[in-house]
């Protein structure tokens, strides 16, 4: 279960990071947004983050049961366990969030922005916020999972998304000035 658990993830990262720069590209005013594709490979995401989730809670029940048969739940010593699963949990709720900002149709049918007012920034940067940590927690399970363990690859993989993630915040703020205080169509 945790090696489909890491495939899947590995494809939910692929397509973020697609998401990501194509999402930022819209926000940031360089592209038009509402590209049927992009829609697809959201959709896409989006499944693939709910067998994700559903894998988590199943190895959590499992590491709670083993806890419980211990009697003793080491909560200090899973810390990052636990980074994992508060993170991947604020994450759902942040992500519901993100998609319902983006849930007004315009009329062609075409998905577009409904508001983006501080309450959507704030929620933008608390997701990419979740992101880096949920990332950052699970980036060196996930590659031992899948059979990478180069150290330098690790530190490689850091700094890419820290840049991207970096950028996505970015974005995230110049759409908000766009919208709120320049307003350029």
């Known amino acids: 279960m945790r090696k489909w658990n890491a495939v899947?993830?590995?494809m939910i990262l692929v397509l973020f990071v697609v998401h990501m720069i194509s999402g930022g590209f819209v926000l940031a005013g360089f592209t038009a947004g509402g590209s049927r594709i992009m829609q697809i490979l959201a959709r896409a995401m989006a499944t693939l983050v709910i067998l994700h989730i559903l894998i988590g809670i199943v190895l959590?029940?499992?590491t709670l049961a083993a806890q419980r048969r211990a009697g003793?739940?080491?909560f200090r010593e899973n810390a990052v366990f636990?980074?994992?699963r508060f993170s991947?949990?604020?994450l759902v709720i942040l992500m519901l969030l993100h998609v319902m900002t983006f849930m007004a149709k315009?009329?062609?049918g075409a998905v577009r922005l409904s508001n983006f007012g501080t309450a959507q920034l704030i929620e933008s940067i608390l997701l990419v916020l979740a992101l880096i940590v949920h990332i950052v927690s699970n980036?060196?399970?996930l590659m031992i999972s899948l059979g990478i363990t180069a150290k330098q690859f690790y530190a490689d993989i850091l700094?890419?998304?820290s840049v991207i993630l970096l950028l996505a915040a970015a974005a995230f703020v110049v759409y908000y000035f766009r919208w709120n205080v320049i307003w350029l169509p």
Do not use: E
Request: net charge positive.
């Open 8 to 10: 899947i993830s590995a």
């Open 106 to 108: 315009n009329a062609d």
């Open 159 to 161: 700094l890419i998304f």
């Open 60 to 62: 959590t029940v499992k």
């Open 88 to 90: 991947g949990a604020a």
């Open 72 to 74: 003793k739940a080491y």
């Open 139 to 141: 980036i060196r399970p």
């Open 82 to 84: 636990w980074a994992r």
